[in-house]
């Protein structure tokens, strides 16, 4: 059997998404998620004109020597719209070859290691108090660990922190939409680090204070910091016993993070803009990181993903797969039947597609008593209703900029 037909759909149920669909000869259908958001249509154009025309005709099977075919082959290695489209083809490959087995994707994968994965929800508010509203409605949901993202006194908007709406409802989106058509430029934040590295202690006390030393609090700085600003934040962080801080400084200066080490025990996750194994290099074989905070999507695919897990289990550094709405239902999918396959699981992040989205992808993954599990449905599980696509086309959509008060430009 072999590749017949591989399709792009560009569908945009709320936010954009890529999704590659390979059909091989004997009419099974397999999904892959290569979305990468605010640069979607440069994953189009790299499937469409460069990769799909190379693959028909080939064994559907080889999924290893495809993913080396399309890491090597062009020369251009690495990157993240290289990656998102080796990602995608690679879930395809995974998820006919499961659907051949009659499986679910995590039996090809060693099977089940554990029951289910230890999830946490985005929790945020304006104020401590909203964020403590909003971190109720978690925990009575289930969930043992949240993300805690708070607004500083001072600045107006920052990455990441909203209230929920009255209905308890907790739904956000980092990149603004243009209506269909309109030109667009990306929104402008401000920001001071100084007054967030005073508050943020505050708002980990106050969320303490709530609800005792048990519950898993995890805090994103989305790479704002300088090495030493975030080896003070990691260091004044301690005592509130975060489970991790995330994306502390610009991660690709992989060194800088000995200096955050020295100086703290704060466990520490990086990773989601990285795309292969060796941007985790240094901070792995020098243990400066506990968590990989890579997807699928981003990293080459399930074969990309578990070649770092991998190397970080030799390591004892475990997971905490990247799981926002842009990773779509496939790649959320995708990060799910690894999780629970592999060893050195640690926690998977998890921001809930609103019901457009999950109108357009059927899912089979579920989240019960805190924990997420894929489902049991042969392949990855999630469906594409190509026609609810249809009704949704692309939107021009962009992530902040973020400035500090003189003007010049920060990382978000
Ligand atoms: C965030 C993401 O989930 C996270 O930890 O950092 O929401 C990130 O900002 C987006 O995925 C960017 O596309
Ligand atoms: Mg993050």
Redesign the pocket.
Known sequence: MSIERIDVNVTSPGRNFVTVKVTTSDGIVGLGDGTL??RELAVVSYLRDHVAPTLIGRDESAIEQTWQYLYRSPYWRRGPVTMAAVAAIDMALWDIAAKKAGEPLYKLLGGASRTGLLTYAHASGTTIEKLNEAIHGYVEQGFGAVRIQAGVPGLDQI??VHDSDPGGKYEYE??GRADAGAAMRPTEETWDTRAYLRHLPTVFAGVREEFGPELRLLH?G?HRMSPIEAAKLAKSLEPYDPFWL??CTPGEDQAVLRLVRQHSVTPLAIG?VFNSVYDYQTLITERLIDYV?SSATHAGGITGLRQIMAFAAVYGIRSGF???T?VSPVGMAANLHLGLAIHNFGIQ?Y?PHSETTLSVFRTSYRFENGLLHPGETPGLGVELDEEAAAAHEYVPAY?PVNRLRDGSVHDW
């Open positions: 958001n605010g990455y990441g980092p990149a994103d989305h995330e994306d989601e905070r990247h799981g926002p842009d992040e921001m992530l």
